[in-house]
């Protein structure tokens, strides 16, 4: 790839970059909140989580104090119970999954060589609903109704009003909210890595760092979205006791247990794999050398990511399911050791091969490693079912996930905070108080957690908020006591390095690393001066002049004449350039969508169904206001000059284009949520002798002619997109129109199934599933008719044409999933009763 | 019947010790002060660490695991102590580097062939072992001792049947059991997930609503041992436990008859007293009125080793005590308080009940 | 034998080849057990048939496995270049794809294998 590199002159600079800086400038003022750009919401993201898993640490260590004697009576067993059911809600899902959502939005475009992810709306988006539904949840211990089941929600305890209150609502409704904002950030990362590498950035080229995000992205598509169903289940059970987990009216406990356990054992290495990701960027630049095995960690990588989707059961081993199926799950948790164990020889081998300097931030990521090999061996043993047959749900088990969580994340975290410090502020922390921080978190975990070991295997329960005397507990608690803190005074040191008043430094790259971020200014808001085109995994070490090059404007996008915010789109495989996309800039809609949302479901939880009416409509009209303002803009001219003499398109429709990407993306999630509801169906006809238990069906005529209205409202769709293409434009409309009628006959004889043969979905778990599948459908539905009208008002304004026709194809692709999903839902519930 | 008889001197008063919690034995501390003072040698491992121990092995079931962990903690010792030696002299400075093909074999044998070999060992070993440890067992099977145990919260029912299933009589919170002999352990729960565990004789099964759950556990010793709940089940999951007795079989047929037997002598007083206040409707005592099905089955009921499902010793006292105010020892509990009972007939209750054995 | 095997493909998803089939192998593992152990009472199937019928279907993911290793090595010039596959070229790029769906594939193997050995020491549906 042989361009010609620009040459600017120092005036011609200069004036470029003021027009730069006014393009991505921060507002000022209370404003500030409005910004959406990727380093201001990448900061609070990560600043917001490492809140929270400092408030739920607190809670730890009064659990802590509670236990650290035998017959204690320090809290009140109320108390505890909130409290370890919040510190593990908050850990999982407040700090350990949002921390790289928010170093994955804070890095990825300085890592890509992009200006921006290409969502940056999204990702504001997604960072107010998780602080108000963070808020939210951790409030509620403030006022003594915090979720009191266990993070894991087992019902019936969670599910039944006499054994627990509004905090199951709290945790079901918070948390679902979250879990939106999750599967938001995913899409982002996904669509940013695939599509907004610099050019030349080939997927061999790629760093560490993105393809282990690329991978965990994936991953949060295939595990969020079964918790999501199950939250809707659960939810509905516990609003309109429809009994999905009820065992008197045909439900079964165990159903949640399976959807909580795909979603959270995926969820542990969706935890780990970001913070190995980590390391696979530090320890090249401390052994100063590429990486050894490049392709062992996409091994890895994706091994991981597969072989976590067969681990669920094994948090089951003591349900009663057959031996066979707990031995299979046996098999799949050892297999994933391997791509494990590679992970961390691929760290031995590159230090091998290289010259270590021994800083900080390799100090913590060592440190970490040596945990983290204890806690995959015990992990060894614990997924041998006759071995947890007895470890099971005991201390050994808390020792176990606290080994491979703060081993394999905490530790590399901090250890990525003292790489990137410079990074993002332009300081550096301290070695000294480094050193005194890592030795005294070192020392104090292991004192912490390794007497657990013991206590749990002489017999001590997880969650138990006391014990008697003498049982051959009470030292190892004690001694557990006093780890704990030690650990926490080290968490603290780290904490005051941050916010102790230190001198700039006069690099950018203080610790001569290798890859692309480096080359960014911390204090310019614009991220790559201009975009590089990129010929090593190591550019910084392999690029002469690279640094000069992108600070003299020499390569893409040196300018900003739009006003606009601009970045590239390239192709998947090889990094060409393909297009210049337009991002969203600074706005309110992404915080009065978000507080909306989460007034959906704050209202619901408190039953305040009026409240919850109006804010749906708010966050509705939010959406499509800033759908309307913000996307699929027409451009005043098809291309536009990006430097090195070339000119892209900025309008790109269809699969080249990053919104087609991030719609397919969100439907593969949404269409995993659906599979995880016909699972559950499925799983009733599985367990019961007849799972109808005598209850008449949906019966076969409504549900097929169900099927068949949404094929034909499909046609039409396809239709409509054609005609639009073609230019035919009143017709496309018509089409348009009719297949929203269509579609709305097809929900109502969806729904008239169960509606005309009085299906009670209070009185038997049967009528329930078809219920909830039939609405799932419906709803699906009515949301693709809002999008066909908003295609014919774009159509109608102006804004949609035969060019620019990126809304009717993204629509399109909606509709495809859409019909898949009705013609399964209605296959099931009308035809399987038939078949079976 | 007296405890002594049964089980031998020595396991019981060192059992008993243990279990009644807040009264401890001299001999008891003095132990608690040697084991700590070995904390942090090797002793954390050693036998004799408890009576809710999986290291104190008192049956084959945990005797085979905890072989299987002590062999994967001297290979995972091993392992670990391989790793790290790895990684400190890769870290040491002023080291020439190695070529990058050497690095390249060692993540492809120590990272990927090595574990792969000795997982798919482990791996084989313990899948074997599994049908070996929990054997295909049916109710139907002759002569098999069968106990039917519901979790509730916060307590035990113990449901002895006969080998045709059909039930002899009701116990709660403590499990009697013949030496040597496999018994099939039927689980059940009306209200929400508990999980029944005897670590000195085997792992863990779950109670779970709507589904019926089995594990089969031998005892190869004679002696007393605790168990507990450990599916977190409500405020008072941590006050679930139980005592298992394992004893002779012969015992074990004497005690089932005694059990057994209507007919027994008794307070007729405090059994007036018990019954005038409502007691029966929520417990039985056999050969009386008292036939409630709600709370814990009261017959010989001053013959347990503690009360309050493993919380408090067996006196008259602690007895009194919980009837007073049952949600100050055992928050969440679905037993009322009965402190508004006229002077004394607290007292009567409790010494009636402790008199039952 | 290169006539009937696809040209390499320009895409992504080949890399996901042997962990899909090590997927899909699984996911049928545990279903039919699963539904077996539920509803032997009904079927009257024995459980050898089902233990067999699986070891047929193993073999059958192995061979899948084994023709996307052969594919990959292919794709990896028979292992002609060592890794580290890091040059900005088409060439290059191929080559690590290559290389780590032949890894992949390797894993997916002795993956399917651990699924497997549950089939050789169980024989019933016991808990």
């Not at chain 1, 170093?103 to 475009?109: G, Q, R, S």
């Not at chain 1, 100063?288 to 094994?314: C, D, E, K, M």
């Not at chain 1, 749900?393 to 410090?421: E, Q």
């Amino acid at each position: 790839m042989t361009k010609a590199l620009g040459n600017f002159s120092a005036e011609e600079r200069a004036a470029q970059e003021e027009r730069l800086r006014k393009v991505w400038k921060t507002p000022g003022g209370w404003r500030y909140w409005t910004s959406v750009n990727n380093s201001e919401i990448g900061l609070w993201y990560g600043v917001a989580a490492f809140g929270f898993m400092l408030f739920a640490g607190v809670l730890a260590l009064l659990m802590r104090l509670q236990l650290a004697v035998p017959d204690n009576d320090l809290f009140s067993v109320e108390f505890f119970n909130q409290a370890f059911t919040l510190h593990g809600t908050v850990m999982m899902f407040l700090f350990a999954v949002p921390i790289f959502e928010a170093i994955a939005i804070y890095l990825l475009p300085s890592l890509l060589g992009a200006r921006e992810l290409p969502f940056p709306r999204l990702s504001a988006f997604g960072f107010w609903s998780f602080l108000l539904g963070g808020i939210f949840v951790c409030g509620s211990i403030f006022f003594n109704s915090a979720p009191n089941a266990g993070w894991f929600m087992y019902p019936p305890l969670a599910t039944k009003e006499e054994y627990s209150g509004i905090g199951a609502d709290i945790w079901l409704l918070g948390l679902s909210f979250i879990e939106v904002a999750s599967i938001a950030a995913a899409v982002e990362i996904i669509v940013g890595i695939m599509k907004c590498r610099a050019p030349g950035m080939r997927i061999n080229m790629m760093p560490m760092f993105a393809w282990y995000l690329l991978i965990v992205a994936g991953m949060i598509l295939f595990a969020f979205p079964p918790l999501i169903a199950g939250d809707l289940l659960f939810e509905m059970e516990r609003m309109f006791h429809w009994p999905f987990f009820d065992s008197e009216r045909g439900g079964d406990p165990l159903l949640w247990q399976h959807l909580f356990w795909i979603f959270g054992h995926p969820e542990v290495y969706i935890i780990f794999l970001p913070a190995i990701a980590l390391m696979a960027m530090i320890v090249p630049t401390f052994a100063q050398r590429p990486i050894v095995g490049y392709s062992w960690i996409v091994l890895a990588a994706v091994g991981t990511g597969f072989l976590s989707f067969g681990l669920w059961v094994h948090h089951m081993f003591a349900t009663g399911l057959p031996q066979i199926s707990l031995a299979f799950f046996s098999a799949a948790s050892e297999a994933v050791v391997i791509p494990t164990g590679v992970q961390i020889f691929v760290f031995i081998a590159t230090m091998l091969a290289g010259r270590v300097i021994f800083s900080v931030p390799m100090l913590f990521g060592a440190g970490g490693l040596v945990i983290f090999v204890i806690g995959g061996l015990t992990g060894v043993m614990v997924a041998l079912a006759p071995f947890d047959w007895q470890a099971h749900d005991t201390y050994f088990v808390v020792a176990h996930l606290h080994y491979v969580l703060i081993g394999g994340m905490l530790f590399p975290v901090v250890a990525g905070i003292y790489y990137y410090f410079p990074f993002v502020t332009g300081w550096r922390l301290s070695d000294a108080w480094g050193k005194v921080a890592f030795w005294l978190m070192f020392t104090g975990f292991n004192i912490a957690f390794f007497p657990m070991h013991f206590s749990g295997l002489r017999g001590m329960p997880r969650r138990v908020f006391t014990y008697p005397e003498d049982i051959g507990w009470d030292w190892f608690n004690l001694i557990s006591t006093i780890g704990a803190f030690i650990f926490a005074s080290g968490v603290l040191t780290v904490v005051a390095d941050m916010f102790r008043p230190k001198v700039k430094l006069d690099t950018l790259n203080p610790w001569k690393a290798g890859t692309l971020e480096w080359t960014n200014n911390p204090d310019e808001n614009w991220g790559m001066r201009s975009v590089p085109i990129i010929t090593s995994r190591y550019p910084l070490w392999d690029q002469p002049n690279l640094q000069r090059d992108i600070e003299e404007a020499r390569y893409y996008l040196p300018d900003a004449k739009s006003g606009r915010r601009e970045t590239l789109v390239t192709s998947v495989l090889d990094a060409e350039p393909i297009q210049c996309l337009r991002v969203g800039g600074t706005s309110y809609v992404t915080i009065v969508a978000a507080m909306s949302l989460g007034g959906v479901f704050i209202a619901l939880t408190f039953h305040w169904w009026l409240i919850t009416a109006i804010c749906g409509v708010i966050t509705l009209g939010a959406i499509l206001y800033w759908l309307w303002t913000g996307t699929a803009e027409i451009p005043e001219a098809p291309e536009m000059d990006v430097g090195m003499g070339e000119s892209l398109p900025i309008y790109v429709s269809g699969p080249p284009s990053v919104g087609w990407w991030a719609m397919f993306i969100t439907m593969v999630g949404d269409g995993t949520a659906f599979a995880s509801l016909v699972f559950g169906y499925f799983f009733y006809w599985t367990i019961h002798g007849d799972f109808t238990n005598g209850i008449e069906g949906p019966g076969v005529l409504w549900p097929v002619i169900a099927i068949n209205l949404f094929v034909l409202s499909w046609l039409l769709m396809l239709r409509a997109r054609h005609l639009n293409r073609a230019g035919r434009l009143d017709e496309a409309r018509v089409a348009l129109v009719g297949a929203t009628f269509i579609a709305l006959g097809g929900s109502a004889a969806g729904l008239a199934g169960p509606y005309v043969h009085g299906m009670d979905p209070t009185a038997h778990v049967y009528p329930a599933i078809v219920w909830i599948i039939a609405i799932w459908t419906v709803v699906h539905a009515a949301a693709g008719c809002i999008m066909q009208l908003y295609c014919l008002a774009r159509s109608l304004a102006g804004r949609m044409t035969a060019r620019y026709d990126q809304d009717i194809i993204n629509v399109t692709l909606y509709w495809h999933f859409l019909t898949v999903t009705a013609v399964v839902a209605f296959g099931i519930i009308g035809l399987f009763p038939v078949v079976r | 019947m007296s405890g002594g008889r049964l089980y031998g001197g020595a396991s019981l008063h060192d059992g008993m010790s243990r279990i009644g919690g807040a009264y401890l034995s001299r001999s008891a501390q003095r132990g608690a002060v040697l084991r700590a003072a070995l904390l942090f040698g090797c002793i954390p491992l050693s036998s004799c660490s408890g009576v809710q121990s999986a290291l104190d092995p008192a049956g084959p079931e945990a005797a085979n695991v905890a072989t299987l962990f002590y062999v994967m903690l001297v290979g995972g010792s091993l392992i670990w102590i391989g790793v790290v030696g790895v990684l400190a002299y890769a870290s040491r400075l002023g080291r020439e580097p190695h070529s990058e093909r050497m690095a390249g074999w060692v993540i492809l044998l120590c990272g990927a062939v090595g574990p792969a070999v000795i997982l798919g060992a482990l791996l084989s070993y313990a899948v074997w072992l599994m049908p070996n440890l929990r054997p295909w067992t049916s109710s139907g099977e002759p002569g098999l001792r069968q106990i039917e145990v519901t979790g509730e919260q916060f307590w035990w029912r113990a449901r002895y049947l006969d080998p045709s299933g059909a039930p002899l009589f009701e116990a709660a919170n403590e499990i009697v059991m013949p030496v040597g002999e496999r018994v099939l352990f039927t689980l059940k729960s009306p209200d929400v997930i508990h999980s029944f565990w005897i670590p000195s004789l085997g792992g863990k099964m779950d109670a779970i609503p709507g589904r019926i759950n089995a594990v089969t556990l031998e005892a190869s010793k004679a002696g007393l041992y605790r168990g507990a709940c450990a599916e977190f089940c409500g405020p008072s999951h941590a006050l679930m436990a139980f005592t298992v007795k394992a004893v002779e079989p012969a015992a074990f047929e004497e005690w089932l008859d005694e059990r057994a037997a209507v007919d027994r002598p008794s307070d007729a007083e405090g059994l007036a007293v018990f019954l005038r206040h409502g007691c029966g409707a929520c417990h039985t005592i056999a050969g009386t009125q008292a036939n409630g099905e709600i709370g814990p089955n009261l017959t010989a009921v001053g013959a347990r080793e503690t009360i309050a499902a493993g919380t408090l010793p067996n006196t008259t006292e602690a007895i009194a005590r919980f009837i007073r105010n049952p949600e100050e020892i055992k928050p969440g509990v679905h037993m009322p308080a009965f402190d508004m009972l006229p002077d004394g007939d607290v007292e009567m209750i409790a010494a009636y009940l402790k008199g039952l054995k | 034998m290169k006539r009937l095997l696809p040209k390499e493909v320009e895409t992504l998803w080949t890399l996901f080849t042997a962990p899909t089939v090590w997927a899909f192998h699984f996911i049928v593992c545990y279903v039919v057990v699963a539904i077996y152990c539920e509803k032997a009472l009904v079927w009257s199937i024995d459980f050898n048939a089902i233990r067999i019928g699986l070891g047929i279907f193993t073999l059958m993911a192995l061979a899948m496995i084994l023709l996307s290793a052969y594919l990959a090595w292919r794709q990896w010039g028979f292992g002609s270049g060592d890794p580290p596959h890091s040059q900005a070229t088409d060439q290059d790029r191929r080559l690590f794809q290559g290389f780590a769906t032949l890894l992949l594939s390797g894993l997916s193997f002795v993956a399917v294998v651990y699924v497997a050995i549950p089939l050789i020491f169980i024989a019933g549906c016991q808990i």
